[in-house]
C-alpha cells in the first residue's frame, strides 16, 4: 500500500516563517483584487504619512550605509575570508560578477536607463533650471548617476556581507535572524527571529515584484512597437505568463547551471547591446558625458544624499530619490542573500570592492551610453525622445533605437534582454525566498520555488491592475520602511561580530608571540650557557682549581 504524499515532503522542512509570510502575501493579493481602488488610495496615503515624516531618515540611513560598507572592506576587518581561511572561491571572478549584475538590477537598467535621464530632461530636479536645457539634461545624467550608485549597492553589500559571514565563517543557516544573533542572542531563535524573517521575506517579495512588473512594461513597449500590438494590461498579462513559465523551467536547474548559465547569457547580450550603442551612437558624446557626470558625481555626492526639500512642498524627493533608495531596500534581502549565496571564499575586502565599484562603474557606464545617446539625439536633431517618454516612459529606449542602424535588430535584443533578465530575477528571487522560508537550507525544494514564483507573478498582476508604475513605486516605499529599521540593528550586529573576530586573532596573536618570546628567551639562555662552557680552558677541572696554581694554605709557592 503506497503511503500518501504529504505537504512535508513536498516543501520541504517549512516552518512558521513560511506559513505566515504565505498569508500576508496571499492577503495582500486578495485584497487588491477584490477593492484595488481601495488599496491604491491607502497605500498612497502612507507612502505620503511616511515621505512628511520620516523621509529624512531614508537619506541618512543609506549615506551612512556607504560609510560603513566602505570602512569593513578597507580596515583590517576586510582581511577576513567568508569562508576557511584558506578556502577559494566557488565561482570564478566573471561569473561571480555576472551573476551579481545580472541578480542585482539588470531589469531596472535597462527601463530606466533612457527613462530616468529623459524624465529628468522633462521636468528637472529641484533648482535644475529650465525643462529641455542642457543645463536640466545636466542634472539628468547626474542624478541618474547618483541614484544608480553607491547608495544601491551598499545595501546590498551589507546584507550579502552580514550573511555570507554568518552562514559561511560561522557555519549558521543562512537567514537574516542569524545575523543578530549578537544582539539578541537565544531569542533568535525564537518569536524575535521568526519577525524578522518574515518581515524579510514581505519586504523581498514586493521589491521583487516592482522589478518584474518595470520589466514586464519595458517588454509591452517594445512588443508594441514592433507588433502594433497595444500597450496596456491584457499584454502585460501575458507576458508576466511566458516569464512565469520560463522561470519555472529554469527553477529545475540547479544553481550552478541554470543562474549562472543565464546570467552568463544576460551579460553577453548586454555588454552586444551596449558596445552596439556605443559604435552606432554618438561615441565622443557619450564618453564626454561619462568624465563629466562622474566628476560631478564625486564632487557632489554628498551634498546630493542628504537633499529633503524642506523649504518648498515638492514631491520630487519623495518621488525619485525616496523611490529608488526603498526600492533597493527591498531588494537588499533577495539581492544580499544571493550575492551572499555565490561569494563563499572570497574575503571581506575583495566581496566590498567587487559588489560596490565594479557594478556601480557598469551602470554608469550604462547611462552614459543609453541615457547620454538619447540626449545629443533629442538636443542636436529633434528625435522626439522626450515627447515618447513623456507619452510612455519604457518607450524611450525604443525611441533611442530607432535612431541607430538596425534599429529592428537592437529593439529584438533588447526585449530578449529584458526578458533574460526577468527570468534570472524571478529564479534567484525564488531561490532566496525559499532558502528564507526553509529554514535557512542552501537548496530549497523545488515546490517551494514554484510556489514563491508565482505568488510574486499574480501579485505583479495586481499591482498593474490597481495603479500601473505608480502603484510599483507606492507598495516598494511603504514595505522598505520598516526593513530599514531591521538594517541598522543589522549593521550594528555585524560590526559586533567582526569586532570580537577581530579582537580574537589579535588575543591569539599576542599569545603566539609570548610563546614565541619564551621559546627564543629559553633558546637565548641555552645559548648563552653553552657559549660561556666553550669559553672554559678545557684543563680547568671541574672544581675550578689548576694542579700548578701556588698553594694557598702555605701561602707560598712550592720549592
Not at 37 to 50: G, S
Not at 257 to 266: D, I, Q
Not at 274 to 302: A, D, K, M, R
Amino acid at each position: 500500500m503506497r503511503r500518501p504524499v504529504s505537504s512535508t515532503s513536498i516543501l520541504g522542512d517549512v516552518g512558521t516563517v513560511f506559513h505566515v509570510s504565505v498569508a500576508i502575501v496571499a492577503l495582500f493579493v486578495l485584497a487588491a483584487a477584490i477593492a484595488p481602488a481601495t488599496v491604491e488610495r491607502v497605500a498612497q496615503a502612507v507612502l505620503h504619512a511616511t515621505a512628511e515624516n520620516v523621509g529624512w531618515m531614508y537619506l541618512l540611513v543609506m549615506t551612512g550605509f556607504v560609510f560603513f560598507v566602505l570602512f569593513l572592506g578597507l580596515s583590517r576587518i576586510g582581511t577576513i575570508r567568508l569562508g576557511a581561511p584558506d578556502e577559494r572561491p566557488e565561482f570564478s571572478f566573471q561569473s561571480w560578477l555576472a551573476m551579481i549584475f545580472s541578480g542585482g538590477m539588470g531589469v531596472g537598467l535597462v527601463f530606466w536607463g533612457v527613462a530616468e535621464p529623459i524624465m529628468h530632461f522633462n521636468a528637472p530636479p529641484i533648482g535644475s533650471g529650465l525643462p529641455r536645457t542642457a543645463e536640466a539634461a545636466q542634472s539628468g545624467m547626474l542624478y541618474a548617476f547618483f541614484h544608480w550608485g553607491l547608495h544601491q549597492w551598499a545595501t546590498f553589500a551589507l546584507v550579502g556581507l552580514a550573511l555570507a559571514y554568518v552562514r559561511f565563517r560561522h557555519k549558521s543557516h543562512g537567514l537574516i535572524s542569524e545575523t543578530f544573533r549578537p544582539l539578541l542572542g537565544t531569542r533568535v531563535d525564537g518569536g524575535w527571529g521568526k519577525a524578522i524573517d518574515v518581515l524579510t521575506v514581505v519586504s523581498t517579495v514586493f521589491g521583487v515584484a516592482t522589478t518584474l512588473g518595470l520589466g514586464a512594461l519595458q517588454i509591452n513597449s517594445g512588443v508594441s512597437q514592433l507588433t502594433g500590438i497595444p500597450y496596456g494590461f491584457p499584454a502585460q498579462l501575458v507576458i508576466l505568463a511566458v516569464i512565469g513559465i520560463l522561470f519555472t523551467l529554469s527553477a529545475m536547474t540547479p544553481l550552478d547551471r541554470g543562474v549562472r548559465l543565464l546570467s552568463n547569457a544576460n551579460m553577453m547580450l548586454a555588454a552586444a547591446l551596449l558596445c552596439s550603442v556605443l559604435l552606432f551612437g554618438p561615441t565622443s558624446f557619450i564618453f564626454g558625458v561619462f568624465t563629466q557626470t562622474l566628476g560631478e558625481y564625486l564632487g557632489n555626492v554628498i551634498q546630493m544624499s542628504l537633499v529633503t526639500s524642506p523649504y518648498s512642498d515638492g514631491a520630487w524627493v519623495e518621488q525619485w530619490t525616496m523611490f529608488y533608495w526603498a526600492w533597493g531596500l527591498s531588494w537588499a534581502p533577495f539581492v544580499g542573500s544571493f550575492i551572499a549565496r555565490i561569494s563563499r571564499g572570497r574575503t571581506i575586502r575583495e566581496f566590498v570592492l567587487g559588489v560596490m565599484i565594479v557594478p556601480v562603474a557598469l551602470s554608469m557606464l550604462w547611462f552614459s551610453t543609453f541615457g547620454g545617446a538619447a540626449i545629443q539625439f533629442e538636443i542636436f536633431a529633434n528625435a522626439g525622445i522626450a515627447d515618447a517618454v513623456a507619452t510612455e516612459v519604457p518607450a524611450g529606449l525604443y525611441a533611442l533605437l530607432d535612431q541607430l542602424p538596425a534599429s529592428g535588430v537592437l529593439t529584438v535584443a533588447s526585449i530578449a534582454l529584458v526578458g533574460m533578465f526577468l527570468v534570472t530575477s524571478a529564479d534567484s528571487a525564488t531561490f532566496v525566498l525559499g532558502m528564507f522560508t526553509s529554514k535557512g537550507v542552501l537548496n530549497p525544494t523545488r515546490a517551494v520555488r514554484v510556489l514563491w514564483g508565482s505568488l510574486q507573478m499574480v501579485l505583479v498582476v495586481v499591482l498593474l491592475l490597481a495603479g500601473g508604475l505608480e502603484s510599483l513605486r507606492t507598495v516598494s516605499i511603504i514595505a522598505a520602511f520598516p526593513f530599514m529599521l531591521l538594517m541598522i540593528l543589522l549593521a550594528v550586529s555585524l560590526y559586533r561580530d567582526l569586532s570580537q573576530e577581530i579582537a580574537a586573532r589579535d588575543e591569539k596573536a599576542r599569545l603566539l608571540e609570548q610563546r614565541i618570546e619564551r621559546l627564543l628567551l629559553r633558546e637565548s639562555e641555552r645559548q648563552k650557557a653553552e657559549k660561556a662552557e666553550a669559553e672554559v680552558h678545557p684543563t680547568v677541572p671541574e672544581n675550578g682549581r689548576s694542579d700548578e696554581a701556588p698553594d694557598e694554605r702555605n701561602g707560598s709557592a712550592s720549592p
